[in-house]
């Protein structure tokens, strides 16, 4: 069997590659996970994709329930179950359709950046005679600099992308003056001094809803907070992400100061 993990970007036919259009023909199964109805939006996405470039009669599509992550206990653990629980999903949905040897999903942006299907699709290589193959997608910090029309590093100089827990937790890393930050539930960027940096915020990016702030983290984190909690309050449900830039030649950010900061 060949599992295909193909990156559809922001769920958009215009951020099809070739590629992925030629491999999503070859599918004889495409599995596509339901996330509740608040991300209903998800799979209907995944579901107009396929109609507007299957052309194949003989793929089959398979819808599934997405397991919920535990998060009452660690949360390395709770995500190591998680993918267990979406391993053996992925395994009853295949077995119900044993003549299926080319098997696709479709995955927001890209396999390799902040998503677990590589490491889900690892699981299921352990239990069965497979192949796993990439076509890569659109990143959503692709999405995010297109949107803001910024380049991602500065001249020469490295970037990190991060999540909002280690920068709650650990702060400005040392080294870098740009910082992609990605998974924030909690609006970090709050826990920095604003003085000196600035943001480039997006949610939704490269979606019809797309919605895009920036300036001085000082005067724009606050519009964010705001616009953040709107969307979520419309859609029921957001992915966002963010660039911090610091002005060259500044300290790190501290934590817990400033006009943007909360303890």
């Known amino acids: 069997m060949e599992l295909w993990l193909i990156g559809i970007g922001m769920g958009r036919v215009a951020h099809l590659t070739l590629e992925a259009v030629a491999a999503i023909n070859r599918a004889d199964l495409i599995l596509i ?14 579901r107009r994709i396929c109609d507007e470039v ?7 599509l398979a819808e599934f329930d997405l397991p919920v992550r535990d998060a009452s206990g660690g949360y390395e653990g709770g995500v ?15 077995a119900v359709h044993p ?5 696709a999903l479709l995955i927001w942006g890209d396999p390799a950046l902040y ?43 490295p970037f990190l992308v991060t999540t909002g827990r280690r920068l709650r937790d ?6 870098v003056d740009t910082l992609v930050v990605m998974l924030d539930g909690m609006n970090s960027f709050q826990t920095l001094d604003p003085a000196g940096v600035r943001i480039w915020w997006g949610a939704y990016v490269g979606m019809p809803d797309q919605i895009v702030e920036a300036g001085p983290l000082s005067e724009a984190g606050p519009r964010i907070v705001a616009a953040r909690q709107a969307a979520r309050d419309r ?13 060259p ?8 100061s400033g006009a943007a900061a909360r303890p």
């Open 115 to 157: 998503d677990s299907s590589l490491r889900i699709a690892a699981r299921l290589a352990d239990r069965r005679a497979m192949t796993v193959h990439v076509v890569p997608g659109i990143m959503s910090l692709q999405g995010l600099t297109a949107a803001h029309a910024i380049p991602l590093n500065e001249i020469g100089a």
């Open 80 to 94: 190591l179950d998680w993918h267990e629980a979406i391993a053996g999903c992925w395994e009853r949905v295949i």
């Open 33 to 46: 996970p339901r996330k509740g109805e608040e991300k209903a939006e998800l799979a209907q996405a995944r």
């Open 235 to 247: 859609h029921g449900w957001i992915m966002d992400i963010y660039l911090l830039r610091r002005d």
């Open 249 to 256: 030649g500044a300290g790190a950010p501290g934590r817990g």
């Open 170 to 175: 650990e702060g400005w890393p040392a080294g």
């Open 54 to 60: 299957l052309t194949n009669p003989q793929t089959v």
């Open 99 to 103: 003549g299926a040897l080319r098997v």
